[in-house]
Structures are given as structure tokens and as C-alpha cells.
């Protein structure tokens, strides 16, 4: 269910549906496919990922994070993935963690902060944001800010607490959050039920084979592993006759 295959289907239909639309587009239309992807754990399987919806030619939106303790988006070689997909035409946007903050006016002004580095650094300007594991409050705050759609704002995401009966209609939320789609699977029943659809996927869990949960966090941690290895011996002329040493795969 997580293969690239898999996902291909996904885009066919999305594509099919003939609603295929960016944030800022579907600001403007009525009905609607918005594709999205939190980045988590690895810049790699992101750029693997949009590589895969290029060869469908579809674009979609990828939201990384500053704070990460897996990936570091100022590296040079995850500044020149993230360049590389702007140039493509995927639209690169910040994925806002909320490291423990509750104040709504600090949470603002710090996602404008870290969309204006993301900018700033890039190069080009990033125009939407998606919060990593929102907290009640912060989806209840509907926050919006000047030039920067939020993935949660209330045109593309109902939150159940406001969602009444007809309500729950108006926008179709599919997440794939650890391997579990709790929303139901964006199918062709689903593409045919709904205008409004929003699907949230994390690149870390799709591959080209498509593995299980458990196999998907080993080979993530095995590409983390390797990334490693590479890191270190760019980095020390020492490590050199050591390599050989740690080659084989953790699992
Ligand atoms: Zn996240």
C-alpha cells in the first residue's frame, strides 16, 4: 500500500478527477485536489517522491522542517534538493514544528520568521506552511498570515470540533500518518464522493517497493545509516580504512 506504485494510482486518479490544484489555486476554485507531504526523517525519500509525480507529470507541495533532528534543510547538499525541486516546479513550503510552544502570538510570529529564512535562504519565496502534529488549540486558531496559506487554515481543512453535519462535506481529508490511512484511502469511490479533497502523505513511508511499516523504518534507518558513513568520510581522511568496517547494513 506504500509503494511508488501504489502512489501512482493515487496521482492517475487525482489527475483523472481533473481538479488537480495548488493551495493558492484552490483559493479560487470550487472544487479542488490538493497533494501534500510533510517531510519528516529524510530530505532523500521527499526528492525520490517528486520524482515520481514528475514522471506523471503532476506537481504538488512539500513542507520541510527547520527543527528536524533527522535532516538539516541547510545543508548543502539538502539545499540543492530543495533548490532543484523549486526549478522543477514543486512547490517547497516550511513544515512548522511547534517544539512545545502554546502562545498563538509567538506561534505566528515564528512561523513568519521561519518562512522568511526559508525564503531568504532558498532564494525564492515559500507561500504556505503545514504544522507538524497540530495541537487542538493551534487547528482551533485557524491561523492565517499575510502571504502564506497554512495547510490547516478553515478553506482547506475542517476541524471536527467546527465540522457539523453538512460541513464535514466541504473538504475531504486523507493522512497517511505511520502507515495508517485514518481517513479512509483516497480511492476511485473517494475521488467520485468528493469536490474538496486534501491528501497528506509523509515521503519517509513510500518506496519504490513499498514496504511494511516495520521494513520501512529499517531501510529508512539503513539510508540514514549509509548517509552517515558518507558524511563521515567526506568530512575526516582518517575514517578512510575504516569504512569497509561499517558497510554492512545495521539489519
Ligand atoms: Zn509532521
Not at 156 to 182: C, Q, T
Request: aromatic fraction near 14%; include cysteine.
Amino acid at each position: 500500500m506504500f509503494s511508488f506504485d501504489d502512489y501512482r494510482e493515487i496521482l492517475r486518479l487525482a489527475k483523472e478527477s481533473g481538479r488537480l490544484a495548488t493551495y493558492e489555486e484552490a483559493l479560487t476554485r470550487d472544487k479542488w485536489v490538493i497533494l501534500r507531504h510533510d517531510v519528516e526523517y529524510s530530505v532523500d525519500r521527499a526528492f525520490a517522491l517528486s520524482k515520481v509525480e514528475e514522471s506523471m507529470d503532476v506537481r504538488s507541495h512539500f513542507f520541510f522542517q527547520w527543527t528536524n533532528n533527522s535532516y538539516n534543510i541547510l545543508s548543502r547538499k539538502n539545499r540543492d534538493i530543495l533548490t532543484e525541486m523549486h526549478e522543477r516546479g514543486q512547490h517547497v513550503g516550511l513544515h512548522f514544528a511547534l517544539n512545545g510552544m502554546t502562545d498563538m502570538a509567538l506561534i505566528r510570529e515564528r512561523i513568519k520568521k521561519e518562512a522568511d529564512m526559508l525564503s531568504d535562504m532558498l532564494g525564492f519565496q515559500v507561500k504556505a506552511f503545514s504544522i507538524h502534529r497540530p495541537s487542538p488549540d493551534v487547528l482551533r486558531e485557524n491561523i492565517k498570515i499575510d502571504g502564506l496559506l497554512n495547510a490547516y487554515q478553515d478553506d482547506f481543512f475542517v476541524f471536527d470540533e467546527k465540522a457539523g453535519p453538512d460541513s464535514k462535506l466541504r473538504v475531504k481529508y486523507f493522512s497517511d500518518a505511520n502507515h495508517i490511512w485514518r481517513y479512509g484511502y483516497p480511492d476511485a469511490d473517494a475521488f467520485a464522493a468528493h469536490e474538496r479533497i486534501q491528501i497528506l502523505t509523509h515521503p519517509f513511508g513510500w518506496t519504490k517497493k513499498g514496504y511494511d511499516n516495520l521494513d520501512n523504518y529499517k531501510t529508512l534507518v539503513n539510508e540514514k545509516y549509509a548517509e552517515l558513513i558518507d558524511s563521515i568520510d567526506n568530512e575526516c581522511k582518517d575514517f578512510a580504512p575504516f569504512r569497509e568496517q561499517f558497510e554492512k547494513k545495521v539489519m
